[in-house]
């Protein structure tokens, strides 16, 4: 089982989907501890992408980021609910694969969130075009 987040947009306030809902990251961040946590995470590493990007000359367009939270399904049985791991997916246009993988390793180097849950969070890179 796992809960999965989409963040696009302006990077101030990123718009989230969630369930088929869509929200505004802040309006999120006030619903509940929870959510906040769950929200900062891909907020995180959407805002390090782009300021390693600007800062390295890397082109971005429409970036979106995709956070798959994947759970232990023995434990939600006993009503416990763990975090076996969290996947995030950048997709990006504007730049090729290898500078993708490339701003993505800078990524997890700086981003203090991924820093502190980096044996929990596995992060991909995907270009469109």
Known sequence: MEISFTLSGDLENPMIELGGKISRAKNLYQESPLMAFLVSIPHCI????????????IPLASCKIIARY??????????????????????????????????IE????????????????????????
């Open 106 to 129: 800078k990524v997890k180097r700086e981003c203090p969130i991924y820093l502190s849950f980096r044996d929990k969070i596995e992060i991909e890179g995907k270009t469109l075009y």
């Open 46 to 57: 959407a805002n390090m992408t782009d300021n390693i990007a600007k800062k390295e000359g």
């Open 70 to 103: 994947v759970l232990d399904e023995k434990a939600i049985m006993f009503g416990n609910y763990i975090f076996k791991k969290i996947i995030i997916e950048v997709h990006s246009k504007g730049c090729s694969e290898d500078e993708l993988k490339e701003l």
